[in-house]
């Protein structure tokens, strides 16, 4: 799908687009792989590890509307990751981050229909079900801008649906670094916020190969949600911190005890595949029909039951401790 395409990453120099970038120059022969960012010095660092002649680095801010335009002249694909993610740093710069994850979102959106973009996806988060945080509520706003910029595209060929996933393993902000850290310097007790939190579990790798396989199954208007494992938090300090007391620290602002990925308000709107679900668009799409059921790759769905949510803490998948400890060390690969 993407040998001799053109595809572009916003927010590339991070975790998400470095995984991205090496997973589709191993598996394709694309054209040009873009990584829009605006930090020179992990630009330049990630010049020295990707340096395939596919390879474009712009410089540039997802704020910058005119700058949007021009990185995607002559682009078939957009990966939108670049956000604002700190929970407390949205909290105490509002408008900072109000400017980068819905006005950046727009503007991706308006340089995507301009320049005839054939699809775009946009990272979301579990944070944007329900939110209760700053971050959260643009992440949302982010998702319903692409949902109804399918609305906006007339009779051109662009399409845009969101991916939302939790907690990437050892991601930056993900509590397994620190756990390790900790550990390694032989603190006497493991902080944790409470002890009956949970979380979805995700490898960076896997998050990837989601977002590649929906570029095939997408109609546009859809929320991919993966379905993947759940870990109690008190199970994660003792993998990476076996033997180690724990101590709880109470729940921190704008955090939630479980992660929630499709709400129950939602439900109505939530079909159920064999490996995902989708959260189908609460506004019709004046030229095409919203039969979402079947996808593009030929993949069916049932609607879910009225109320169902699926967060972390109903999934009826939980890693043991060993089943985290492998998970780790896979997710390293």
């Not at 699926?310 to 492998?326: C, D, K, Q």
Request: proline share 5%; glycine share 6%; hydrophobic share 40%.
């Amino acid at each position: 799908m993407f040998n001799d395409k053109s595809v572009l990453i916003t927010g590339g120099t991070g975790s998400f687009g470095k995984k991205y970038t090496r997973t589709i120059l191993q598996r394709y022969r694309p054209r040009r792989v873009i990584i829009l960012s605006r930090d020179e010095l992990k630009q330049y660092e990630m010049q020295q590890e990707f340096n395939d002649p596919a390879m474009r680095y712009f410089i540039g801010d997802v704020r910058d509307g005119e700058r949007m335009m021009q990185a995607m002249r002559d682009v078939d694909f957009v990966i939108h990751a670049a956000a604002l993610k700190q929970v407390p740093a949205a909290e105490y710069n509002p408008m900072e981050c109000i400017k980068t994850n819905v006005h950046g979102a727009e503007n991706v959106i308006k340089a995507a229909i301009a320049n005839n973009v054939e699809k775009v996806i946009a990272l979301s988060t579990d944070k944007a079900a329900n939110p209760i945080n700053l971050y959260g509520a643009t992440k949302l706003a982010s998702d319903k801008l692409f949902v109804a910029a399918n609305n906006m595209v007339g009779k051109a060929r662009t399409r845009f649906s969101a991916v939302r996933y939790g907690n990437v393993v050892g991601s930056r902000g993900s509590v397994v670094p620190y756990f390790k850290k900790l550990a390694a310097e032989g603190h006497d007790h493991i902080p944790i916020t409470h002890e009956r939190m949970t979380r979805f579990w995700i490898s960076l790798q896997q998050g990837v190969d989601f977002v590649l396989k929906n570029f095939e199954r997408m109609q546009g208007g859809e929320i991919f949600v993966p379905k993947i494992p759940s870990v109690r938090i008190t199970d994660v300090a003792e993998a990476y911190a076996p033997g180690i007391p724990t101590k709880i620290v109470g729940i921190r602002p704008g955090e939630k005890l479980h992660e929630i990925m499709c709400p129950a308000d939602d439900s109505h709107l939530t079909l159920e595949f064999e490996d995902h679900y989708v959260i189908t668009p609460t506004i019709k799409f004046y030229s095409r029909e919203n039969d979402y059921s079947r996808n593009a790759l030929g993949e069916t769905g049932t609607p879910v039951p009225q109320g169902y949510e699926y967060h972390s803490g109903n999934n009826p998948h939980f890693l043991s401790v060993a089943e985290i400890r492998a998970f780790d060390q896979q997710a390293a690969l």
